[in-house]
C-alpha cells in the first residue's frame, strides 16, 4: 500500500524490528546434579568403606614364606575374616612383620590370648596336616581365645598349636625321669584306642624330671581320675628275663613317635584336682603290679658256688612259683678255706606277699626260730633256668626235705640262706659221674678179647673140616630132594596110597550113613531079609 507521504508502496525492511526480552530464573539447572549426585554417592561409599572396615593388625614371623601382599588370606575355620594387606622387614632384619585387615565384626577375636601361624603343608613324624594349601597356597591362621585386654600386636607361631579352641577335651600333666622318645604329637591311649595326645613338654623346675601335658578328647577325658595309671608305651617293648622274650606295643605310631597309655585296672576315684600330676610309669607290667599298699622288703644272702652265668641285678625270686622279690646285687668272693671263689647273691623279699601272721613276720623281721625252723625242715635256695631260648636264670626258694642238713648263717650281718645245686649243676653232676663210671670200663682189653674170637671164627669158618661137612650136608639134601620130588616111585606110590585110603574113607562114609537111615539093617540085613 502507497504511503501517504510519499505516494509509494511501504517495505518489511522499514517495519521495527523484535526485541528481546530477559528473563531472569530462579531454580538450578539439572546438568549440575549429576556431579553432586556422583559427589554424594561416592562419599557415602567411601564412609560405608570406612564404617565397615574392621581392625588393621600387625604380626610378626620369623619367615613370609608364601605369603603376598594383596592375595594371602586370613581365615578361621577356612572362612575368610581379612586380608594381608603390607609385608615389611622389621628394622633388625630378624623378623617379617605383616600387616592385615581384618573385617569389622573380628574386633571381639583379638585378646592377649589369641594367636596366629601361616598353614602350610607339613608333614610330621605323627601325620600330614595342610594338605589344602598345595593348591590354595599358605594363609594366615587364626585361634581367638578370650581375653580381658584387646590388642593389635602378635608374635606368630613357628608351628600350628597343639590346642585350638576348636578342641573339646581337658588338659593333664605328667612327671617322667626323662622325656624318652614322647614328642608333641605322640598319641596317648585307653585301651589301645587314641584319645587324645602330647600337646607339651618342659624340665621340671625343680630339675626332678621332666613335667609332660597331654590333652584327652571328650568324652574319653572323663575316665581319668585320681587312681589312673600312666604309662610309657613308646616304641617296642623288648624284655629278656627268665619267662623268656616279651615284646609289647600299642601300635605302629607308638614305635615310631613314642605314645602314651593309662587305665584305671578297676580302681575308682574322683577328678584330679586341678595342677594335679600323674607320675609316668615305665612300662604295662609296672602299672599293673604297683602296690599301693606299704612294701615289707628284707635282704637276705645266698652263696653260690657255680657259675651264675644268665643271672642279673632284678631277676625275679620265686616260691613256688610266686614272685616274692628280686635280685639286688652280685659279687664275688676269693675264699682260701673253701671253694676257690663264692659268689654272694643279695635278694630282697617281700614278706608281705608270703602270707605270714603278724607273729611270724617278727620272727622273719628278727630273723629267729622261724627262718631256723624252715631252714631245718628243708627251705634252700636255687639257681633255676627260666627259658632255654634267654638262658636267663632267677633263685627259686622251695622245701627240699632231701636236702643237707644245714642252719641259717649270716654273712655281711644279713641272714645267710643255705643253697642246693641247681638243675643245670645236678645234671653237669651226674654227667660227671657217668663220664667218671665210663672212663674206668677196660673198653681196650674187651676190644682185644673180642678181636681174638672174631679171628677164632674166621679160622673155623676157613677150616677144611667144615667145608668137608657143608659138602655132606649139601650132597644129603640133594637126596633128600631127589627122594621126595613129584615124579619118584616114592612119591608115585605115596600118591596111591592116599588115594586108597581116601576111597576107603568115602566107602566108610557112604556105609555111615545107610546104618543112620536104616539101623535094623545090622540085624536083618540090607533090604530088610527079603
Known sequence: MPSPETGTAATDQDAPLPQAQLVQRNRISLVWLLPVLALVIGGWLAWKTLSERGPTVQIRFESAAGIEKGRTKVKLKDVVIGQVSDIRLTEDLAHVEVTAQLNDDTEGFLTENTRFWIARPRVTATGVSGLETLLSGPFVAIDPHPGKRSKREFVGLPAPPAITTADKGTQFGLRAPSLGSLSVGSPVYYRRIPVGRVVGYALADDNSGVDIDIFIETPHDRRVNDQSRFWNASGIDVSLSADGI???????????????AFGNFGADGPPPAEGFRFTLLRNLDEARTLDREPHDERSFYMVFNGSVRGL????????????????????????????????????????NKIGLGADMQ??????????????????????????LITGQLFVELDIHPGAPPATLGQYDELPLLPTVEGGLEALTAKVDKVLTALAAIPFDE??????????????????????????????TLSSADATIAPDSPLNVELNRTLRAIST???????????????????????????
Open 362 to 387: 617278727v620272727a622273719v623281721n628278727r630273723h629267729e626260730r622261724l627262718l631256723d625252723e624252715l631252714v631245718a625242715k628243708g627251705l634252700r635256695g636255687q639257681l633255676k633256668q627260666g627259658s
Open 312 to 351: 642279673s641285678v632284678g631277676a625275679p625270686v620265686l616260691l613256688r612259683g610266686i614272685e616274692i622279690g628280686e635280685v639286688t646285687d652280685i659279687d664275688l668272693v676269693f675264699n682260701p678255706e673253701g671253694p676257690a671263689f663264692e659268689i654272694p647273691v643279695r635278694v630282697e623279699i617281700d614278706v
Open 446 to 475: 674187651i676190644g682185644d678179647n673180642l678181636n681174638g674170637t672174631l679171628a677164632g671164627t674166621r679160622a673155623i669158618v676157613e677150616s677144611p673140616e667144615l667145608s668137608d661137612a657143608i659138602r655132606q650136608a649139601s650132597a
Open 504 to 530: 576107603a574113607a568115602r566107602s566108610v562114609q557112604v556105609l555111615a550113613d545107610y546104618l543112620e537111615r536104616h539101623p535094623e539093617a545090622l540085624l536083618k540085613g540090607k533090604g530088610g531079609g527079603r
Open 246 to 260: 616279651q615284646v609289647d606295643t600299642d601300635s605302629v605310631v607308638a614305635m615310631v613317635v613314642g605314645g602314651v
